[in-house]
């Protein structure tokens, strides 16, 4: 990633935060959009930061549309600004957010899905924790499905085994190795009352990062269309400085696994991982 601006220590705290869309649920984005608004007004009232501009980029979606639903949605303030950015194609993913922070990042950034619900609160405890703990890097929150139903975002590091049980195997043979996989998925972070730290891969739908280190990473990997490029993002965030989990910082997630999307998206999924593993080393069990 080139050409991201630097975030200024001397000037009050901002934060800059990106979406990437590539046609989206209206619905799931608006619900995106407003809650992650209304904490950004919450995190500024509460003087966590005094800034918030907002980089929407779009992958392919149609125009009309997506201009009348973030009209709507983002109602400019002395605080906040937006910005859509189109016309480039579908790069991917990571390659999106890379776009939207080559146009000049925060104190503090903020990587969003566009089918996250913040929760009330969510977004100024997570600036508070980096505030309070400079050494962390990476903040990871605490998430539920629409229905209430836990989900593990942090993940340990992946083994060829534990990512085809999870992906492909019926429910009856991913039970017989269901320790196995609640170790890979760290499902005891659920239970944490305080802060965690610890050497977790990082989910890409919310990730909550200080700018400087995520500038010194080098940002996303162009090498991932979609699909590990969190969990290589984060395991080179990890040589900057500390990941914690932050059950304080709550979210919705409305999304799905690969399989469950598709031949299409379990392609892209196994080629991305097949990059990861040789990038990384390779874990068969």
């Given at each position: 990633m080139s050409g991201a601006g630097t975030p200024d220590e001397r000037a009050a705290p901002a934060l800059s935060a990106s979406v990437v869309?590539?046609?989206?649920?209206?619905d799931e984005l608006r619900t995106t959009l407003r809650t992650f608004r209304r904490e950004a007004e919450r995190a500024v009232a509460a003087r966590e930061v005094a800034s918030v501009?907002?980089?929407?980029v779009d992958n392919g979606s149609p125009a009309v549309a997506l201009d009348t639903l973030l009209a709507e949605e983002l109602?400019?303030?002395p605080w906040f600004a937006w910005t859509l950015l189109r016309g480039h194609g579908n790069v991917g993913y990571g390659r999106g957010h890379n776009i939207a922070a080559q146009r000049g990042l925060g104190r503090y950034h903020l990587v969003l899905n566009p089918d996250v619900e913040l929760v009330e609160g969510a977004l100024a405890a997570g600036l508070r924790f980096l505030r309070e703990n400079p050494d962390v890097v990476l903040a990871a929150p605490c998430a539920v499905s629409p229905h209430?139903?836990?989900?593990?975002?942090?993940?340990?590091?992946?083994?060829?085994?534990v990512l085809a049980l999870?992906?492909?195997?019926?429910?009856?043979?991913?039970?017989?190795?269901?320790?196995?996989l609640g170790q890979y998925e760290m499902r005891h972070l659920f239970a944490a009352a305080t802060p965690v730290r610890a050497d977790f891969l990082a989910s890409g739908c919310f990730l909550l990062v200080r700018s400087d280190a995520f500038i010194a990473a080098g940002g996303f990997s162009p090498r991932f269309f979609?699909?590990?490029?969190?969990?290589?993002?984060?395991l080179r965030m990890r040589q900057h400085g500390a990941l914690a989990y932050?059950?304080?910082?709550?979210?919705v997630h409305h999304g799905g696994n690969a399989a469950r999307k598709g031949w299409w998206h379990v392609c892209l999924f196994t080629r991305s991982a097949v990059t990861f593993f040789r990038a990384h080393g390779w874990r068969l069990a």
């Open positions: 869309v590539y046609r989206p649920s209206s501009q907002l980089v929407v109602r400019a303030a209430g139903v836990p989900l593990h975002l942090c993940k340990r590091y992946p083994s060829v085994l999870r992906g492909f195997a019926p429910r009856c043979v991913r039970a017989r190795w269901d320790a196995r979609l699909y590990f490029e969190d969990s290589d993002l984060s932050l059950p304080a910082m709550r979210i």
